[in-house]
Each structure stands twice: as C-alpha cells, then as structure tokens.
C-alpha cells in the first residue's frame, strides 16, 4: 500500500499516436488517495485516449502508468481490473434482459467468483458464493437508491437510472480507483445534475479515489477537488475548479473550440 503522500496512479509522460495522429504528447498527472480529480478538455483533445491507456484498452506509444506505485503500463484491462480498477463506459454496457440485481452482481462475479462453471453448475462453494454476492449486490444498489428496482429488467429503467446501474456494478467491486468516462453522455441537465450529486456523495462517503472524464463542466467543477486540463494532446493546467475557472490559457481553449452553454468553463 502507499504511503498517504505516495499517489494512488500516476501518469508519466504518456504518449500516444495513431498512425500520423499524435493523440497524445506528454501527458503528467497523478492522484492522490481519496481524491476526485476531473480530466476535461476540448473535442479531441485526447481525454478519451489517455482513459482508455490508464484502463489498459490502449497500449501508450511511449511513458508510464503507475498504480500503487507498481508498473500497470500495457497491462489488459482485466488485469487491471483484478489490481483495483473499475470503469464505467462513455456508452452504457448493461444486460438489457437481466433483472438489474444480476448486472450489478457480474461486478462481484468478476472480482472474486468462484468461476462461471462452477455457478452454472450450482457448486456447494459456489452456491454460497453467490448469496454472498447477491446480499453484497443488493447492499450497493441501497447505496445507490436504487434497492426496490433489483428485480426489474435493466433495460426498462429510465437512463439515469441505468447509469446509476453501471456505477453501481463498478462500485461493487470494491475498487481502489474508479474511472468514469463521461457518465453524463446523453442524459438531460436533471439527471446530470443528480448524477453529479450521487458521484459527489459517494465520493465523500465512500473515499474512493475517483477519475472523471466529463464534458459537463457545471458538474465538474461543481464536485471535483482538482481539475487536470488537456488539449490538443498536452497538459494545459492543473488546479482547483476556481483556479481553472480563472485560467486564460483554458478559457481560450474551450472559447477557441467555439464552447457554449454546459461545455463553457465560465
Ligand atoms: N483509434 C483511433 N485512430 C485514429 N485516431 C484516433 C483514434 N482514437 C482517437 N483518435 C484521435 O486522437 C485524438 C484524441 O481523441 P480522443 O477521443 O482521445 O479525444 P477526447 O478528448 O476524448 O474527445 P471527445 O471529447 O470528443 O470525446 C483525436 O484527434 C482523435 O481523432
């Protein structure tokens, strides 16, 4: 385990391009344990990619990613996953025909089931296992107000909640490190706006570190303690919401992009 002052991950000098595309050009960040961090920027600016590396679906060109102060670099995502990190996805990922109580359960499942055949056979070891899984399921959809709905199919929910669904799957996995990728994609400014206070809430207390990559700047700054900046591939700032706010350099970024409305960092 680090130390408090040792960070949870750090990103060292990613680097990532895609034929001639340079995606990525020395990107440098880390987190601290406990903390929520926002990772913004404009369309392209490579948020999605620095995601997808940290995660272990992309490979860098070149640098380093460090959780827990080991080497994670190139590492597959199940790898990854197994060492503490959960995500959600930009576009949701749900067994739209299961009761929404098994899509959360698959979290539990991935983490430390007793093996897929050994469930479908209804093992001994097994069968124990799984009420395990499900008291523990049913635990993190009451966390997440969401309790009463776990017998419903999860594709007859409203997509707030289905959301909440996904986060739900993340969380019970007990992760270290929670990455959300954009989870306020498609939804309406009142589901962002709940959305954000369920992430703020969680985050408060359950002290998990947290990595959000979101467009919705309202919400960002509305809950993250530190914001990281990037654009055009390249670190553009780092600070507090306040101190991001009143950066030239971003607003030029964001203004030079042409963002309006819930993408304006104003
Ligand atoms: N698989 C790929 N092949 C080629 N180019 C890619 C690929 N993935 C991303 N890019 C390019 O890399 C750059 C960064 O893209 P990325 O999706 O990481 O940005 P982003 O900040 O997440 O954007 P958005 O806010 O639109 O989601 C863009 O120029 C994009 O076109």
Known sequence: ??????????????AKSFGGVRALDGIDFALAPGELVG?????????TTAFNIV????KPSSGRILFEGAEVT???PETNAALGMARTFQNIRLFNDLPVIDNVMV?????????FLATVLGLPAARRSEAAIRVRATEVLGILGLKKRAGERV?????????????A??????????????????????????????IERLHRELGITTLLVEHDMKMVMGICQRLVVINQGRMLAEGTPAEIRA???VVEAYLGHGRKGRHAVG
Do not use: C, W
């Open 107 to 115: 979290g539990l499942h991935r983490k430390r089931g007793p093996g």
């Open 169 to 198: 799957r993340a969380l019970a996995s007990e992760p270290t490190l929670l990455l959300l990728d954009e989870p306020t994609a498609g939804m309406n400014p009142y589901e962002t706006a709940d959305l954000g206070a369920t």
């Open 39 to 47: 990772l913004i920027g404009p369309n392209g600016s490579g948020k």
């Open 55 to 58: 995660t272990g679906v992309l």
């Open 247 to 249: 950066d030239a350099r």
């Open 1 to 14: 385990m680090p130390s408090s002052s040792s960070p949870l991950l750090k990103v060292d000098r990613l």
């Open 155 to 167: 594709g007859s929910l409203p997509y707030g909640d289905q959301r909440k669904v996904e986060f």
């Open 74 to 76: 190139g590492n597959r």
